[in-house]
């Protein structure tokens, strides 16, 4: 009996820490000034942790700024985060949702915050417009030259993208997206 409220009290924890993913506010406006405060903070750490990101983001057709925070209780994950798709073409944004689920070994809670670098107009629209389910485990090695400024990524998570993860430590030695999926959200996309 005690080895299931145990594994109750998990499981509910589980839960109510994912509620704590969502985007803060109460009304749409409130919402969308959270997530652009929070795009803005990452960018600015990014740029700070990696400065030739910023060049890279520019120039890039577009990019996607995300929160998430990851729940890892003995063989299951869930993740749930926010974020914004910003068209860097037509200056446009697209806020969006994502969730991911996984089985592995372990306990803790992960907060980081992920940027998308897309290189093209395909890869952009791709994601914002069809949603996007990321399979498989992408591993992205950043490392950095001795001065410390620069980052290079070992691999694409897709062709045309690339994905950074800042975690509280900084900039993460791995990027994975295994078992996520990334859709617009309706509520703050749609007219006011």
Known sequence: MKKLTLVMSLII???????????????????INNIQS????VLADLYKLA??????????????????????????STAQG???????????NTYMKMFSVGFGVGAGVKDFRGVFVFENKDVFNQFVNKGWSAQGEVDAAAKFDNKGGAVSLGKEVRPGVLLYQLTVNGLAAQATIQGTKFWKDTELNGSK
Not at 13 to 30: D, R, W, Y
Not at 51 to 73: C, H, M, Q, W
């Open 82 to 92: 926010y974020g914004v798709a910003h068209n860097n073409r037509i200056s446009k």
């Open 38 to 41: 929070m795009k803005n903070k």
């Open 51 to 76: 400065p030739s990101t910023r060049e890279k983001i520019n120039s890039a057709y577009g990019y996607a700024v995300f929160d998430n925070l990851g729940v890892y209780l003995f063989a299951l």
């Open 13 to 31: 924890s589980l839960f109510i820490l994912q509620g704590c993913a969502g985007v803060k506010g109460n009304t749409k406006t409130s919402k």
